[in-house]
């Protein structure tokens, strides 16, 4: 079973946004810390954003002030808010979950296409 699901990708204009989400099915969702990464072709998979039980985001420096994270616990969903998109923004983005036991977990990935 799956520990963390994405959903949300998509293909968009550039300038345009898009909102990816990201469940949990792990307990004890709210001590994990939570993140997404992407993987463009050829490639490798870099952070994207993190956000910590206690609510504290890193993001990458290409992202920010374009993506926000951000967590519900009640829902145990992580959200990538994703405005102004640019062609390099192109990826598939995998949702991690980091447990304070050492878990570490992917979901399967989404795929985010922007287009000219």
């Known amino acids: 079973q799956a520990q963390v699901e994405e959903s949300g990708g998509g293909l968009v204009q550039a300038g345009g946004s898009l909102q990816l989400s990201c469940v949990s099915s792990?307990?004890?969702?709210?001590?994990?810390?939570m993140g997404w990464y992407r993987q463009a072709p050829g490639l490798q998979r870099e952070l994207v954003a993190t956000?910590?039980?206690?609510?504290?985001?890193k993001y990458a420096d290409s992202v920010k002030g374009r993506f926000t994270i951000s967590r519900d616990a009640a829902k145990k969903t992580i959200y990538l808010q994703m405005t102004n998109l640019r062609m390099e923004d192109t990826a598939v983005y995998y949702c991690?979950?980091?447990?304070?036991?050492?878990?570490?977990?992917w979901g399967r990935g989404t795929q985010v296409t922007v287009s000219s």
């Open positions: 792990t307990v004890g969702f709210s001590l994990n810390t």
């Open positions: 956000i910590t039980g206690r609510g504290a985001t």
């Open positions: 991690n979950q980091k447990t304070p036991r050492g878990g570490d977990y």
